[in-house]
């Protein structure tokens, strides 16, 4: 401590160290590629954290396959698609949902991480406020990006046809991995908010199971009640998956699949500049 005096009383300043002082000159040189580091290193921590839990990985490898396995024999065998069959038309509903449960396990991580104390420590650290909302965000992204490739695996092996190639294919997954991203970012705010790991499980699927259900995944639209037809044909999960169901199936880019894909595309960037802003408001209070 040193002790300065200019006409009144003294007072104190903390002389800070010198390891301390050449990191804070080394960050400000380093700009946007030293934020970047950083949440890559966050990112890292996250995906190791995981890897270290492997009976994570395995059960949650075998719901989506299970899911897919389910609604493909026992759904296939009853329900009636006019011009696909039914395996083909429920791959791109399995894979929306597969990534969109997957998401809400965002939240669940922070909200641990906020039990634990682990964000005070790195809210201590020499490193961009960014890092902790970016990389828990990029982390889950490498996540759900491995559990879609899974399930259009499996796809592969139970039958799925790519009618409309393997290009087109790819694009419905980077749809869905996209429309997973951004709940993601929702299931975030939710943890941020919540902070109970428990609560924020139960919290983030309240919402999402309407949407997945009531929407075009299952069925066409026009099959639902009434009443539901007019949430099913706003709902963004209807507009994510009629899209990805277009591209997946070598529908003409007509009047519905450009439509389907306009309302996605501002439905996600929606959904992510909202609760990208809630959620870093969210952390700057903790």
């Known amino acids: 401590m040193t002790t300065t005096a200019r006409g009144g009383p003294a007072a104190t300043a903390t002389v800070l160290p010198a390891d301390v002082l050449a ?9 946007i590629l030293q934020s970047a ?15 270290r839990t ?18 493909s024999y026992v759904f296939g065998g009853v329900a009636k698609i006019p011009f696909v069959s039914y395996k083909d038309y429920i791959v791109p509903t399995v894979l ?4 969109v449960f997957a998401a ?5 991580g922070l909200a641990n991480d906020l039990q634990s104390g682990m964000i005070d420590r790195f809210r201590s650290l020499p490193i961009a406020r960014s890092a902790v909302l970016v990389g828990r965000t990029a982390s889950d992204a490498l996540r759900i990006t491995f559990q879609g490739t899974l399930v259009l695996a499996v796809a592969t092996l139970i039958g799925f ?12 997954l980077v749809v869905g991995i996209a429309f997973g991203v951004c709940i993601s970012v929702f299931s975030a705010w939710i943890g941020l908010t919540l902070r109970d790991p428990e609560t924020v499980q139960v919290a983030g699927f309240i919402p999402i199971f309407p949407l997945v259900f009531v929407s075009s995944g299952f069925a066409p639209i026009r099959t639902l009640p009434t009443w ?10 209807t507009s994510v998956i009629d899209t990805m169901r277009g591209l997946a199936l070598g529908f003409p880019f007509d009047v519905h699949l450009a ?17 990208t802003t809630l959620s870093v408001r969210q952390y700057r209070k903790i």
């Open 161 to 172: 046809g790519y009618p409309a190639g393997v290009p087109r294919a790819f694009a419905m």
């Open 104 to 108: 809400t396990a965002s939240g669940i």
């Open 37 to 51: 580091g950083d949440c890559g290193l966050v990112a890292g921590r996250n995906i190791r954290k995981l890897l």
């Open 23 to 31: 990191v804070a000159r080394e960050r400000s040189r380093g700009g």
């Open 96 to 99: 929306v949902q597969t990534l």
């Open 259 to 275: 439509s389907s894909a306009w309302h996605a595309t501002l439905w996600m960037a929606l959904i992510l500049g909202v609760f």
């Open 54 to 71: 492997p009976q994570l990985i395995v059960f949650s490898t075998i719901q989506p396959v299970m899911f897919l396995l389910l609604f």
């Open 228 to 237: 539901m037809q007019g949430f099913a044909r706003i709902n963004p999960i």
